[in-house]
């Protein structure tokens, strides 16, 4: 979401791998199944088991369930609280890009200026002054992430005065990440000089498709030049730590694109992929609505497509990680896998290990102690509260025992693919009867071949680790019951 040298492929290369991936998908699927990852061929399950309205389960209890009834009274309180000798994780939100790309799920705002920007920024810098002065003064960062929106489209100027801002109220720690999401249509060789200069060490690009037809029909055109320059400049000024996004299931997408595009993405050899199946969901975001829905890929199809590319980046020597990610064997991904430290939080799969995640701008969710906040969705109501001196928050959930209980086994469903529920309720005092028994959902996995079930202890197959939300939506006690 990559020094010098163009690449450790030559065009020669390239090619080369390129068609021996291909021929991965030109045998038979019987084949392709035992020569790579290991992911079965889309099936009936599929159909029955995916929905595009199923939480990523990125955290626990999901948005939705968040209440007014935690405000800015609550984070206060819970800011005043946090353990003066934790490291904490920082979130930063720009919510703006210079197009829209139809396939976004995310708040953000279109601008050709950089005005208002700079006036979020204004507020963002008002903010951390505010939570800097609530949480206690030893509180030390490990770990920033910029997000958006296209956070590179401000100002450079306006970034290092905001890192500089940062590090003035927050102690770092000497290695802390730093991490920005880049639009590689819009960087510039000034933003990576001042991401050199703010000392920022990790980059996610977002790619998504190197298709035109595809890119056209979610408007979002770039080409593979725009893409492999971004990278190049990234690592002279270096920021050697890349990872790339790519989606499937996007409108006209074909198995033999998702391929390609994997194949073209390699070929700059980043460090990390993030591969997202798109969730076509246009009552929610307006902008979907000019996607054209008869385009899009069935449940088979997509399934299809993502163990293609799955295929594919594993081939080429990455980990898979999780239900989405691939990492190159020595990133921080692929360590704190193999280490039993992987995590999963707001922003994906993550090595971070922090209890805390501070989030800043509209829209902005945090992980305090007691539970979950989010600032005010709307630029405008964010900065009237930040004007005046309190904080954004607008609603958020305060954690039971239970949902604890419930977000451990979800989470490490999610980051190892199985759950020993019952080490996990007797760590939380509960009893894993109450968690097993009653789930339908569960009991139908099981059923189906999904998911094996060893007194209490349950694992997802390795040929439907793709069903892994609907695995992780059996342990949801907000979720709809009904079966599917």
């Known amino acids: 979401m990559a020094d010098g040298q163009k690449s450790i492929l030559g065009a020669g290369s390239h090619s080369m791998q390129g068609e021996r991936m291909r021929g991965i998908w030109t045998s038979s699927r019987s084949e392709w199944g035992r020569k790579s990852a290991g992911i079965t061929p889309p099936t009936s399950l599929h159909t029955k088991y995916y929905d595009a309205r199923l939480p990523w389960y990125t955290i626990y209890p999901t948005v939705p369930e968040f209440s007014q009834a935690v405000g800015a009274k609550a984070c206060e309180e819970w800011l005043k609280?946090?353990?003066?000798?934790?490291?904490?994780?920082?979130?930063?939100?720009?919510?703006?890009c210079r197009s829209m790309c139809w396939y976004c799920g995310f708040p953000t705002s279109i601008t050709r200026r950089n005005a208002s920007i700079v006036d979020h920024l204004a507020m963002l810098g008002t903010e951390i002054s505010l939570v800097a002065a609530l949480a206690p003064q030893a509180l030390t960062v490990r770990d920033v992430h910029f997000?958006?929106?296209?956070?590179?489209?401000?100002p450079p100027a306006e970034f290092l005065a905001l890192m500089e801002l940062l590090r003035r109220r927050f102690a770092f720690e000497k290695a802390a990440t730093v991490a920005v999401e880049i639009d590689p249509r819009t960087f510039t060789t000034e933003m990576a000089e001042a991401l050199e200069a703010a000392e920022v060490n990790r980059a996610s690009l977002g790619?998504?498709?190197?298709?035109?037809?595809?890119?056209k029909a979610i408007n979002r055109v770039q080409s593979e030049a725009q893409v492999t320059a971004a990278v190049e400049n990234l690592r002279r000024h270096k920021v050697s730590r890349i990872n790339f996004d790519l989606m499937y299931g996007l409108p006209h997408q074909t198995v033999q694109f998702c391929v390609e595009s994997?194949?073209?993405?390699?070929?700059?050899?980043?460090?990390r992929?993030?591969?997202?199946?798109?969730?076509?969901?246009?009552?929610?975001?307006?902008?979907?609505?000019?996607?054209d829905g008869t385009a899009l890929p069935d449940a088979a199809a997509r399934a299809e497509q993502a163990a293609a590319v799955?295929?594919?980046?594993?081939?080429?020597?990455?980990?898979q990680i999780g239900l989405d990610h691939f990492a190159?064997?020595?990133?921080?991904?692929?360590?704190?896998?193999?280490?039993?430290?992987?995590r999963r939080n707001s922003l994906g799969y993550s090595a971070d290990t922090c209890q805390t995640l501070i989030g800043f701008g509209a829209s902005a969710i945090g992980r305090l102690g007691e539970g979950y906040v989010q600032n005010e969705l709307t630029q405008s109501s964010y900065s009237r509260h930040i004007a005046a001196g309190h904080l954004a928050t607008s609603r958020g959930c305060r954690?039971?025992?239970?949902?604890?209980?419930?977000?451990?086994?979800?989470?490490?469903?999610?980051?190892?693919?199985?759950?020993?529920?019952?080490?996990i309720c007797a760590a939380h005092g509960f009893d894993p009867i109450l968690f097993v028994d009653p789930a339908e959902r569960l009991a139908m996995l099981a059923e189906d071949g999904i998911v094996d079930i060893d007194n209490g202890f349950v694992r997802v197959r390795q040929e439907h680790r793709f069903l892994l939300r609907a695995v992780a939506a059996a342990f949801d006690a907000y979720l709809d019951r009904a079966p599917y």
């Open 81 to 96: 609280v946090l353990p003066a000798d934790d490291a904490v994780s920082i979130y930063l939100h720009v919510p703006f």
């Open 147 to 154: 997000g958006g929106g296209s956070p590179t489209i401000m």
């Open 207 to 215: 790619v998504q498709s190197f298709d035109p037809i595809v890119q």
């Open 262 to 271: 994997a194949t073209t993405a390699i070929a700059m050899r980043p460090d």
């Open 273 to 291: 992929f993030a591969v997202f199946g798109y969730a076509h969901v246009p009552s929610y975001r307006k902008n979907q609505r000019l996607i």
């Open 310 to 319: 799955a295929d594919t980046l594993v081939a080429a020597g990455y980990r």
């Open 328 to 342: 190159l064997p020595d990133d921080e991904l692929a360590l704190a896998q193999r280490a039993g430290r992987l």
């Open 399 to 423: 954690l039971t025992g239970e949902d604890r209980v419930r977000a451990e086994i979800i989470e490490r469903l999610m980051c190892n693919l199985e759950a020993d529920v019952p080490a």
